[in-house]
């Protein structure tokens, strides 16, 4: 939203749904990254799929 403050230095994680991990000729991608001073993350080249997003204000209750 406009009128709030950035939200700088928040980790958010990226993981790939769906792939079991240990599959023979599967792997599994997940990474994290932490926001920037105008809150703002990317995870370039990804492929095709589902992935899940988390940070780690959801897991602590600041944002529900």
Known sequence: ???E???EGV???IKEEGVKSG???ISEFSDS???DEDGYY???GLPK???TITSDLL???IVG
Do not use: C, I
Request: charged share 30%.
């Open 11 to 13: 980790t958010v994680g």
């Open 23 to 25: 599959q023979r000729g």
């Open 1 to 3: 939203d406009a009128d």
């Open 59 to 61: 897991r602590s209750g």
């Open 42 to 44: 990317e995870f370039g």
């Open 33 to 35: 990254t932490e926001t």
């Open 5 to 7: 403050e950035p939200l």
């Open 49 to 51: 799929g589902n992935y």
